[in-house]
């Protein structure tokens, strides 16, 4: 599991590590461990520091006062160290530090020159870190934009500066980085898409901050976490021990969402699929699936709702299956005809346009504010919400933490996907997994198979490939 803190958590244990450690200790500890990433990337690059030419885009605070001491690190190691100050304001230990060793300061042109010139082999983003605010103007704009796509090798330092720590937002204009080497904790910016892309790969170095997973904001699921909550069946399994799916998806409209609904449950290892849906749905269905049942009868857990279209008994039909205290996955249309009241042993699985209509807000406010907007459905509601997309978030009412299922490439940002993971959701539910689990198992399911099978595979494909992962996966449970 991968916890992110917010900024408040994270100052509150400075606060305590420094009144054990004292000042400065925390800052040289982070210092080592940004020169170590930074060495061993420019050993991997070029075959050795010596030589290499180190410019530290440096910030007011102790951001910048990390760059500088990495800076002087790498110095003694025989690098050639530059600085180019975001203001006049530096940290002066730092500073004395970085001159030291023969650190120089660059004025702005001199850098921008250097920088189209292709000069410098490393680029140190030092600008800001937890302190910082989203975007960035003036003459480190122009510095960010004038690296971006260029030969140097970009370490952000705590986060890439112009993001904001605890936000999932990109910003208009930030510093992408190729790696980021956290200090302490993760920040959420870190863990939540748009801004994780612009990280590149993320090392957590260890300061000693004391931080209790029961103050995280964040939790992202890892393969062990997926391995362990998977239903893997034992030596005595019957299909009601693994669990009944009762699916109701589709329409004459679109009979596809049926298919794609059933296809998710069937690869996912359910006891039974049972077609609860539209006539004509069904025959396709049957087609594909032989395995799957059109006769009602006992379910352990129900889906409603992927490619229902406008349908007059919405409303009963949610109705019943809630009457029944099944656990149901209400997805896609369902949501749109969800009763006014809290509810229980229900899985909501809208995307951000879904969740926007449900919560009565623009679809930006949910981009923005995703982790609020999961919380606030689930609190609304009573009951277990995922949010799909390109982070996908799961929250529980009345617990702040929010989880986020293994992440996966784009491929899965495609008509059908939300359907399959819906029926695998359902699947999981039938097991007897938690709702909260069942998404996040779900949503890592796909991730990780779509990671494991880069490409433009249709939905109904990916799906056929998670037999082979959920086996591989065995090999990672505790
Ligand atoms: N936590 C820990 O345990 C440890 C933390 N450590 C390090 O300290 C870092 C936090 O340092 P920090 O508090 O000095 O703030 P930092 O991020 O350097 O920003 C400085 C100032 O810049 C300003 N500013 C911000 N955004 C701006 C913008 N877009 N455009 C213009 N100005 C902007 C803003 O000032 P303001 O303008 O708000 O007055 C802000 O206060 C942390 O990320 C980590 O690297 C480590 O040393 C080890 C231990
Ligand atoms: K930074």
């Not at 951001?63 to 304001?89: C, H, I, K, P």
């Not at 589709?250 to 359910?270: C, D, K």
Request: proline share 6%.
């Amino acid at each position: 599991m991968r916890y992110a803190y917010s900024t408040p958590a994270i100052r509150a244990a400075e606060e305590r590590a420094m009144a054990e450690v004292g000042d400065g200790a925390l800052m040289q500890r982070a210092a080592a461990g940004l020169a170590a990433v930074c060495g061993d990337r420019l050993q991997r690059r070029r075959g050795r520091v010596t030589g290499a030419r180190v410019l530290v885009v440096t910030g007011p605070g102790n951001n910048g006062g990390d760059g500088l001491y990495a800076a002087s690190r790498l110095a003694r190691r025989g690098a050639q160290v530059f600085a180019w100050l975001v203001t006049e304001q530096v940290h002066g230990a730092a500073w004395r530090a970085f001159e030291r060793v023969g650190g120089r300061r660059l004025d702005t042109e001199q850098t921008l020159r250097r920088i189209a010139a292709g000069d410098f082999d490393q680029v140190i983003d030092a600008g800001f870190g937890i302190g910082g605010r989203a975007g960035l103007t003036g003459d480190l704009a122009r510095i960010a934009d004038a690296t971006r796509g260029g030969p140097a090798d970009v370490v952000a330092v705590d986060l890439p500066s112009g993001l904001d720590a605890d936000s999932a937002r990109a910003g208009e204009t930030c510093f992408p980085a190729d790696a980021t080497v956290t200090f302490g904790a993760r920040k959420p910016c870190l863990l939540s898409e748009p801004a994780r892309s612009l990280a590149g790969a993320v090392t957590l170095v260890d300061i000693g901050l004391p931080l209790d997973p029961g103050e995280a904001e964040l939790a992202q699921w890892e393969l062990p976490e997926l391995a362990a909550a998977w239903p893997y069946p034992g030596p005595t399994s019957d299909k009601y021990a693994r669990g009944v799916v009762g699916i109701d998806a589709g329409s004459a409209h679109y009979p596809g969402a049926g298919l794609l609904a059933v296809g998710g449950a069937v690869h996912a290892g359910p006891g039974m699929v049972r077609f609860l849906g539209d006539e004509r749905a069904g025959s396709i269905v049957v087609q594909r699936f032989p395995n799957v049942v059109t006769a009602a009868g006992r379910c352990q857990a129900y889906l409603l709702g992927p490619g229902w279209g406008d349908r007059d008994d919405a409303r009963t039909t949610i109705e019943s299956v809630l009457a029944t205290g099944l656990p149901v996955v209400l997805d896609a249309d369902a949501l749109r005809h969800l009763p006014q009241r809290r509810l229980e042993h229900a899985l909501l699985t809208p995307h951000a346009g879904e969740l926007a209509r449900l919560l009565e807000v623009d679809r930006d406010r949910v981009e923005a504010d995703p982790r609020w907007a999961v919380r606030t459905a689930a609190e609304r509601t009573g009951v277990t919400v995922l949010l799909k997309g390109a982070t996908q978030y799961v929250a529980r009412p009345g617990e702040k933490l929010v989880h986020t299922a293994i992440p996966g490439p784009a491929w899965t940002a495609q008509a059908g996907s939300g359907d399959t993971l819906a029926g695998v959701c359902a699947t999981l539910l039938a097991a007897g997994l938690a709702p909260r689990d069942a998404a996040l198992a779900g949503a890592s399911l796909q991730a990780y198979t779509a990671a494991q099978h880069p490409g433009p595979w249709p939905p109904q494909e990916l799906a056929e490939r998670f037999p082979a992962v959920i086996a591989s996966l065995s090999k990672e449970r505790p």
